[in-house]
């Protein structure tokens, strides 16, 4: 089997509309719709907002309620799971539309096109006037994939044989595919991260699928910006709060009315009858309403010559059904009321009654609707139509001479029915704000029930007592009951259909949730039969949470300046009193601690690089005696000879305390139980998250790197929330419990806490997807003091919090090497500012990244380091183009099928350089060598592409690139070796 798919992926959507201009280039639609489109939601206060761009249009449902509506079989569903629409068999009477929960159906009733009513060329060219006054929808460009399936295409992979929208993507947010093929672009896109989708909760099961990666475990007692500002009602959000249908106007509602009175008088007279046979004539004007009713249905569809074809699909359209009803009952009852046959006459009014739950069957099987679609709504239609003709009925009876044998008992009979509709349509109000609905549909009908329970209960009822005591005006009070009770049932069916038809609107993503959980703006709360609000999951942190040191945290800008500068001048003081190395450089550019006035001013000092420390090997930077050291460490030699670096008491006190805040900027919480796979010894990761999980008041299992089989085990049996390790060793961890059989999504893992090398976005979905957690980068290095220098918050994920408090962060360009403002990319360069044994002033990480002070929602004021692109001096030179491997691991940890294990082979071919790409196959991808040769070049192009270098690709057998512990070894470099 087939059925085809589209996912959507949210961290990507980038909201520029591409694919709404597409679709329409494609399918030549009316500027008056959008088969596709894309929704803008917008949160927050400025200056902290945040928008989520959210693709929509037909979700190709699995069970679609469009389909079970139609009443001609326009609708269909195709093996492969798309729903089509023949323009030949639509009558456009757009009960599809009000079916549909996703909003994903047009009718255009009149020509429309760019420029008014005046067509360009190319639109006459392309116009379809088949599509006028029927229904219209995406059908995912079903006849591209058919045309790709006969030339041997795939669709989602091969171009030609794709829907537009996914094609013109320039995100690559939209992917489309098999999904019941377990190989597919799309399925494995879905088992490695985690997704919803829209309305799933009505059962429809959507073919339309959307990722998002920012989810995660909640904090108790946190509440989600997203989630209260849609419940607050204060979500901007254009086009996704549920706006009124616009199909079913009043004729619909003349409809509802003129079948439900016509068969509920039509049932008053047969009854009335038994008693007395006078009534007979009133038969007659039960059928001319109810044909009323259905006439005017005439002027409502698209296509009125079509209207015979309703009756075309009565297995499984109430629509169809009511026109059956309608053909059985218009003849009996005529019949009957001709031949004067009580007993016909019966049988037709029970024929009417079922024409009547047909009428309040079509409104509930009209999904999209929600204050439609509850089961509630079927007894109060139902009550309503015999109400409605029991008033008519007695209005008659009142003002006809010699009735008086049944017009007690018709005025007790519309009495008791008033209040039982009274008691459904309380019910029925009830059952929405137990289920939830749209507000201002809850607020229609809220504001229209005291207008409903007075003219359809408390007047009529009261009239009713005094007509029944009141002797000769009896009649005419009778009259205004019968006529009040017929009104305000109308009245109703009014309300319901023109104004309180909100459709279903959208759901859109809380970001900083749970994975796979939505809000739906314009939606009220469910509530409680009792009347109290329902519980309402939290599901995410508020700023203020999860603070170490709020104080200090959350310290005002100008605060910070302020302290930065104080602490600045008395580390420059330090350094150039006990440091020879700085005196020496301090004294070469002409600069003197007393020339630091204001922080601008650091520019004015020189850089210190990593070079300096090998140069004053080992201890020949250090401002203190060795008397006063409490620790020495050594960093990891990643780019070079080891440096020593050390601490006296208050620095490794200082530590701890930044590693703190860190470990809770991410979301870790006191009683956490931290899992340690960073490595010990002089590498400063192990210890320093050792010391700072401890100082939060967490419980840490030191394990350190290697023994990946136990520390899968361990994970498991001590039941750990939060992991600690290079982002390499998180993925081999990952994939060793994979092969134990071990499903560490099902742990009590909920936060990855990775660090100490460069790692994508990419690879972020892959840890979160395999290990089921929220993955959090952590920035530090052995100079300036270890992990714990900058920390992402688990609120937004955009950026790392350096705490400026300890340190002075600046950007320079790489070549000149001159400051660069706020938001520029360049090289990153820190002074610290509380450090007592190691002072640095200006140095220079080499990290290629850029600064934002833009406030953070999370509530913590120090500026933000954006994610780090490279290194300067890791950067390659491939005959003339500038690489660096986390650009290449971009690429590759993007593509499918493949996994995020390779490594750059650099080699010398005479005088050029050339590099060649090894990577992995994803367990689940063995390929042929054919394939391979395939999915080979198809990396070359993208590698060619986006970075602009020509490389040879080996593609490797799972597990064929080798593993790390610690730091993944992603360079081999044998341009030396070709030179000896």
Not at 549 to 571: F, G, H, V, W
Not at 893 to 906: F, S
Request: aromatic content about 8%; hydrophobic content about 45%.
């Amino acid at each position: 089997m087939t059925r085809w798919v589209m996912v959507a992926d949210l961290e990507r959507c980038v909201g520029c509309q591409t694919c709404t201009a597409a679709c329409r280039h494609a399918n030549a639609t009316s500027p008056a719709v959008q088969w596709r489109k894309v929704l803008d939601i917008e949160v927050g206060t400025y200056p902290q907002v945040s928008r989520t761009f959210v693709p929509v249009g037909c979700q190709q449902c699995a069970d679609p309620p469009c389909m079970h509506v139609c009443p001609t079989g326009a609708t269909r569903q195709r093996s492969d799971g798309i729903v089509t629409i023949s323009h030949d068999l639509c009558i456009g009477c757009a009960y599809c539309d009000v079916a549909c929960p996703y909003q994903a159906r047009f009718k255009i009733d009149a020509e429309q096109f760019a420029y008014g009513r005046a067509a360009m060329a190319n639109e006459v060219q392309r116009y379809d006037s088949r599509r006028l006054g029927i229904a219209q929808k995406c059908t995912f460009c079903s006849d591209r994939i058919d045309d790709g399936l006969a030339n041997g295409l795939t669709p989602g992979i091969d171009s030609q044989a794709t829907p537009a929208c996914a094609n013109a993507c320039i995100a690559g947010a939209l992917h489309f595919g098999d999904i019941d093929d377990a190989d597919s672009n799309v399925s494995r896109l879905l088992r490695q991260h985690s997704h919803f989708r829209m309305h799933e909760e009505i059962g429809t099961e959507p073919g339309f699928y959307y990722i998002d990666g920012k989810g995660h475990e909640p904090a108790r007692g946190a509440v989600n910006p997203m989630v209260a500002s849609a419940q607050a009602g204060k979500l901007r959000s254009k086009g996704v709060e549920p706006w009124h249908q616009q199909h079913w106007d009043w004729k619909a509602a003349g409809n509802f009315i003129c079948g439900g009175a016509g068969t509920g008088l039509l049932l008053s007279v047969a009854l009335a009858n038994l008693h007395q046979g006078a009534f007979y004539p009133l038969g007659w004007l039960a059928l001319a309403m109810v044909a009323v009713g259905l006439f005017l249905l005439l002027f409502k569809i698209g296509r009125p010559l079509r209207a015979a074809y309703v009756v075309r699909q009565p297995n499984r359209s109430w629509m169809a059904r009511e026109a059956w009803l309608a053909g059985a009952f218009f003849p009996s009852a005529a019949l009957a009321i001709w031949l004067e046959n009580a007993t016909l006459l019966i049988a037709a009014a029970f024929v009417g009654a079922l024409f009547l739950f047909s009428q309040a069957m079509i409104l509930k099987a009209a999904k999209g609707i929600p204050a439609w679609r509850v089961s509630r709504i079927v007894p109060l239609i139902v009550v309503t139509g015999i109400a409605e003709g029991a008033g008519l009925f007695l209005t008659a009876a009142a003002l006809l001479p010699s009735t008086e044998l049944v017009i007690a008992s018709a005025a007790a009979a519309t009495a008791m029915l008033a209040a039982l509709r009274g008691w459904s349509w309380r019910s029925y109000v009830t059952s929405l704000e137990v289920e939830g609905a749209p507000v201002r549909s809850l607020a229609v009908l809220n504001a229209f029930g005291p207008w409903f329970f007075l003219f359809g209960l408390a007047v009529p009822v009261t009239l009713i007592f005094f007509g029944s005591v009141g002797g000769n005006s009896g009649s005419l009070l009778f009259a205004v009951a019968g006529a009040c009770v017929f009104a305000a049932g109308a009245a109703m069916k009014l309300v319901l259909v023109t104004r309180a038809g909100f459709n279903q609107g959208y759901a859109v993503p809380a970001r900083g949730s749970i994975s796979g959980s939505a809000v739906k703006p314009g939606w009220s709360l469910p509530r409680t039969r009792g009347g109290g609000p329902m519980r309402v999951q939290t599901v995410a942190p508020v700023p203020g949470a999860f603070m170490h040191d709020p104080a200090a945290e959350t310290m005002p800008r100008a605060e910070l300046k302020a302290l930065q500068t104080s602490r600045l001048r008395k580390t420059l003081e330090n350094a150039y009193a006990n440091v020879p190395h700085y005196r020496r450089a301090f004294d070469l550019a002409g600069v003197k601690p007393g020339d630091f006035k204001v922080l601008a001013d650091i520019a004015r000092f020189p850089f210190t690089q990593k070079s300096d420390l090998r140069n004053n090997y080992p201890f020949g930077m250090f401002a203190v005696p060795q008397s006063k050291l409490l620790r020495l460490h050594a960093s990891s030699g990643t780019t070079g000879k080891a440096t020593v670096v050390g601490y006296t008491k208050g620095d490794i006190d200082r530590w701890a305390d930044l590693m703190a805040r860190s470990f809770a900027c991410a979301g870790a919480l006191p009683g956490d139980i931290i899992h340690n796979a960073y490595g010990y010894g002089l590498f400063t990761g192990g210890l320093g998250a050792h010391y700072g999980a401890e100082r939060l008041g967490c419980t840490v299992v030191p394990l350190s790197g290697g023994g990946t089989e136990r520390q899968v085990t361990l994970l498991e049996d001590f039941s750990a929330n939060v992991l600690c390790a290079t982002p390499s060793y998180a993925l081999n961890i990952a994939e060793v419990a994979d092969a134990m059989g071990v499903d560490l999504r099902r742990s009590p893992l909920r936060l990855g806490m990775f660090g100490a090398e460069p790692w994508s976005e990419a690879m972020r979905r892959d840890l979160e997807s395999k290990l089921g957690i929220k993955a959090i980068d952590v920035y530090g290095l052995s100079e300036i003091m270890g992990p714990g220098v900058a920390c992402e918050c688990h609120v937004e994920q955009a950026g790392l919090h350096g705490w400026e408090d300890h340190f002075l962060f600046e950007i320079v360009d790489p070549e000149t090497l001159q400051p660069l403002p706020m938001g520029a990319t360049g090289e990153l360069v820190i002074t610290t500012l509380t450090k007592e044994a190691l002072p640095m002033i200006r140095y220079r990480t080499r990290d290629i990244t850029r600064l934002s002070d833009e406030p953070c929602t999370c509530g913590r004021t120090h500026l933000r380091i954006m994610r780090v692109t490279g290194r300067n001096d890791d950067m390659l030179i491939i005959r003339g183009v500038n690489v660096y491997p986390s650009q290449v691991e971009a690429v590759l940890v993007g593509l499918p099928g493949l996994a995020p294990h390779y490594q750059l082979i650099l080699t010398r071919e005479g005088a050029l350089d050339s590099m060649t790409v090894e990577v992995e196959l994803a367990p689940d991808n063995l390929l042929a060598d054919a394939g391979r040769a395939r999915k080979a070049d198809e990396v070359a192009h993208h590698i060619k592409s986006l970075i602009g270098v020509t490389c040879k690709v080996v593609i490797k057998s799972p597990g064929e690139v080798p593993r790390s512990q610690g730091k993944a070894v992603r360079i081999r470099d044998l341009r030396m070796r070709a030179m000896a």
